[in-house]
């Protein structure tokens, strides 16, 4: 039998005994009264009075605290469900305002009335994420850095300062402490199936949501502070995120029904699937096929989790990682871990492998889950940084199709039928051929052909008449600019046995090798992204701010010639103004060269990178420190271009010298294209 059908629970039974059974061992009947005051006021005494407390150092002892508030969480479960819709809004909703996402909270008064299991979890996690976020807004009013992770931000002095410490630590006893119920953590790692969650606590966090409400409007009204809720993020570029052919997932195309029945089929059958989790996988399909793009998604990511650590649990042999949901454990058997390079005992991780190569799984889910430039969905959708009524469908796109091509991929029996599916099989290649896209090396790529295509622009700027130049005495520099343009030729001579032949020519270097043709060649090189060492992740730092400043320097000329263009026609240009439009237009003559010279050169030591470990400590910081004074020259080259400087004659002596370093280091054979041979 897999070990997909055996395991029926995830929870370690520490874990199981405090969600499942701690809370129910006291069989008090609770007085809904005690706690609710006739105006509908929380009495927040009689809830704090059952956090019970160590002898020890007074800390929250939570073992007793949870057994103590079982009958509190039974009372208020069963006042809900006695209300109608219509006398929870009266009572409740002006409560809910302050998280702003009233809508959120009524629908969770909804699905308590019904108990589905499933919708019951998809809940709590949405209303947990929701009470983080806007606890992180209350928090602004004091502090000024809100804590990232939900523990810290529960522990905090401000919001002891507007809610009472007591009240914190009823709080911490559902959500934020590993020793509590830890109910968001537990749903939102996958540890949880969907009946293991009693619906009761459900019930008290969303009656602690308005107790909340009550009290911070007590604390503004004090202190006469208006309460800012910080803007959703949005996400920008959604075509990067367009990794799988939308054709397949459309919801107006016949296709989609027929991808989302082979989906729920995949679901029955793969071995990536705990039979304990198949609710969530099948509310989560019929989530995508009703539009609630953001339920799916947030259903989804869990269970990928759970498949991802079944994976890594059995191909490492530490099958006890399965089911960990403990303290020591929590926080380290997650996407990050299941990610690593080595295990934390330093032995390889075997996951990736199992993944296949290209690691098209790793690259996957590093870009939409870990790193900084991408949509870091996850993170997003917990912390509640993101409008789930407006969540795209082009990201739940791809986390099902996504999510199909592992259930295809991970199965006990013969998939070959499925995976050959003319509407399976597209999804298949899309992801064995798939290439990071938010990696540092990714954005370096992206960044160095955007600059590129803004010094294109250069040539087809308006420039005055060449006859008007050659009334203006005093402009000098020509030769100058000549001499720096010899210059990048010679050292593009040096360094042309490193570059492909295909894009190269000795006769004119300069135009034949500094062209976006041998960008995009460069750029489609592929470099490995999964754990790039440290030296490697610093020099991608500095290339990618070099490449940064040049195009600034850019845009800032092309902003600068079309101005002084169009003031020079309407004659509208001082004396001294016009001496420097011309100087600029003289030297943009080797400003060109130059800049498209420093793009091939970052992209060739970007190509070979991973070189640079080959240095000694000594030869890598030179390395570090050349790069360092290449950043300098480009910053400097900011400055002087700039609306503010003007300064188009420095910006030669400027370039004299950065080209004579980058020669000598040349020479000396310090660059890292120089250690490939």
């Known amino acids: 039998m897999a070990l997909s059908d055996s395991v029926t629970t995830c929870l370690s039974p520490p874990v199981h005994y405090v969600i499942c059974k701690l809370g129910f061992e006291k069989k008090d009947t609770y007085d809904i009264n005690n706690i609710l005051s006739e105006n509908g006021e929380v009495c927040w005494q009689a809830v704090t009075e059952h956090v019970c407390y160590l002898e020890s150092d007074q800390s929250v002892d939570y073992i007793k605290s949870i057994r103590s508030l079982g009958p509190v969480c039974e009372s208020i479960n069963l006042h809900f469900k006695s209300l109608t819709k219509e006398q929870f809004v009266i009572q409740y909703a002006l409560w809910f305002r302050w998280t702003n996402y009233t809508e959120l909270f009524l629908e969770v008064f909804d699905v308590l009335q019904y108990t589905q299991t499933t919708e019951v979890a998809l809940g709590l996690m949405k209303l947990t994420s929701c009470l983080e976020r806007a606890l992180g807004d209350v928090y602004l009013l004091i502090g000024k850095d809100c804590p990232f992770l939900l523990r810290d931000l529960l522990a905090s002095e401000q919001l002891a300062v507007v809610f009472g410490q007591a009240v914190m630590n009823v709080l911490k006893v559902f959500i934020g402490s590993p020793y509590g119920l830890n109910l968001r953590n537990v749903l939102w790692h996958g540890f949880a199936s969907p009946q293991e969650i009693p619906v009761k606590y459900c019930a008290m966090l969303l009656f602690l949501t308005a107790g909340l409400g009550q009290l911070l409007q007590t604390y503004l009204l004090q202190t006469k502070c208006i309460l800012v809720h910080r803007p959703y993020v949005i996400?920008?570029?959604?075509?990067?995120?367009?990794?799988?052919?939308?054709?397949?997932?459309?919801?107006?195309?016949?296709?989609?029904?027929?991808?989302?029945?082979?989906?729920?089929?995949?679901?029955?059958?793969?071995?990536f699937v705990l039979k304990t989790m198949l609710p969530f996988w099948m509310a989560a399909l019929t989530a995508f096929k009703q539009s609630r793009y953001a339920d799916c998604v947030i259903l989804l990511l869990p269970q990928l989790e759970v498949g991802l650590r079944l994976l890594?649990?059995?191909?490492?042999?530490?099958?006890?990682?399965?089911?960990?949901?403990?303290?020591?454990?929590?926080?380290?058997v997650s996407y990050d871990l299941m990610l690593a390079k080595c295990l934390d005992n330093e032995e390889v991780n075997q996951l990736p492998a199992v993944l296949e190569e290209p690691a098209m799984a790793s690259e996957f889910l590093w870009d939409f889950l870990n790193h900084q430039e991408g949509p870091r969905i996850r993170d997003r959708l917990s912390h509640g940084e993101i409008n789930l009524e407006t969540f795209p469908r082009e990201v739940a796109n791809q986390i099902v199709a996504f999510a199909i091509t592992l259930l295809c991929r991970f199965s006990d029996v013969d998939m070959f039928a499925f995976k050959e599916h003319m509407v399976i099989k597209p999804l298949m290649n899309c992801a064995s051929c798939y290439r990071s896209r938010f990696h540092p090396i990714s954005r370096l790529k992206k960044q160095v052909l955007e600059c590129m295509k803004s010094i294109h622009i250069w040539p087809e700027l308006p420039t005055v008449p060449k006859e008007h130049i050659q009334t203006i005495k005093g402009l000098e520099g020509n030769a100058e600019a000549s001499t720096l343009i010899l210059m990048i030729s010679e050292i593009i001579s040096q360094l042309q046995q490193y570059m492909p032949q295909n894009c190269c020519s000795s006769d004119d270097p300069i135009n034949s090798v500094l062209t976006e043709r041998l960008l995009i060649e460069l750029c489609d090189t592929c470099i490995c992204t999964l754990y790039s060492p440290r030296p490697v992740l610093e020099i991608l730092v500095v290339l990618r701010k070099i490449s940064t400043q040049c195009h600034q320097v850019s845009e800032q000329v092309i902003a600068s010639t079309e101005l002084r263009y169009k003031q020079w026609m309407n004659k509208t240009l001082r004396s001294r103004q016009r001496h420097n439009y011309l100087r600029m237009l003289n030297s943009i003559k080797f400003l060109s060269p130059v800049l498209r010279f420093i793009l091939v050169l970052i992209t060739l030591e970007l190509v070979n990178v991973h070189l640079v470990c080959r240095k000694n400590p000594f030869d890598y910081q030179q390395y570090l420190k050349f790069l360092k004074s290449v950043l300098q020259y480009t910053e400097n080259l900011v400055?002087?271009?700039?609306?503010?400087?003007?300064?188009?004659?420095?910006?030669?002596?400027?370039?004299?010298?950065?080209?004579?370093?980058?020669?000598?280091?040349?020479?000396?054979?310090?660059?890292?294209?120089?250690?490939?041979?």
Not at 238 to 263: C, M, Q, R, W
């Open 312 to 332: 890594f649990t059995t191909t490492n042999q530490c099958p006890n990682r399965l089911l960990t949901a403990e303290v020591k454990f929590m926080s380290k």
């Open 639 to 677: 400055t002087y271009t700039s609306p503010e400087k003007n300064k188009w004659d420095e910006t030669m002596e400027l370039t004299n010298k950065a080209l004579i370093k980058i020669r000598k280091i040349s020479d000396r054979k310090l660059m890292l294209m120089q250690l490939a041979t």
């Open 235 to 271: 996400f920008v570029s959604l075509e990067e995120l367009d990794v799988f052919p939308g054709k397949y997932l459309t919801i107006s195309k016949y296709l989609n029904h027929e991808t989302l029945s082979i989906a729920e089929e995949l679901v029955k059958l793969s071995s």
